[in-house]
């Protein structure tokens, strides 16, 4: 790769370069290893996040924590740490676990809301919005991640 690629990924603060690095370094005992790795992430990515879709729909909020926890497994194995710390949160808020205190704001009123502070919503209906939010963040760092990747292995994952 060339030192620009490499450097414009480093700096994009997407991946934890100490681990990324690594798993390129492994392309000199097989060609290509570690584009393959980040391709089957892609890939895994994109079919467990139809299944957290569903599973939001359905309020299912144990098999949101594992498929959270599935995700954030392989993307911190990869470095990819934008997309690690929301599966995380995934993983936390489908156990109703509000680990990071974040708050919500109130659609009815500009007051933030947390699980444990609404009285119109039940608690799952605010732990579902807590993992939509991560959703939200985790398929925004994908996107960007998927993006600074198929420029550094100059293909489309």
Request: with cysteine.
């Amino acid at each position: 790769m060339s030192d620009t690629k490499s450097e414009t990924l480093q700096e994009s603060g997407l991946v934890d370069w100490s681990i990324f690095s690594e798993l390129v370094a492994m392309d000199e005992d097989e060609e290509g290893f570690s584009k393959g790795l980040f391709q089957t992430f892609v890939d895994q990515f994109k079919d467990t996040f139809k299944e957290i879709d569903e599973n939001v729909h359905s309020k299912n909020l144990d098999k949101l924590s594992s498929l959270g926890h599935y995700l954030k497994g392989s993307a911190a194995a990869l470095g990819l740490t934008t997309i690690a710390e929301q599966c995380e949160r995934i993983q936390n808020y489908g156990h109703k676990n509000n680990f990071d205190n974040v708050k919500l704001p109130n659609a009815s009123t500009d007051a933030s809301t947390s699980p444990d502070s609404s009285e119109e919503d039940s608690p799952d209906d605010l732990w579902v919005r807590l993992i939509e939010d991560a959703m939200e963040k985790a398929q925004a760092g994908f996107l960007k991640s998927k993006k600074a990747l198929d420029e550094y292995f100059d293909d489309d994952l």
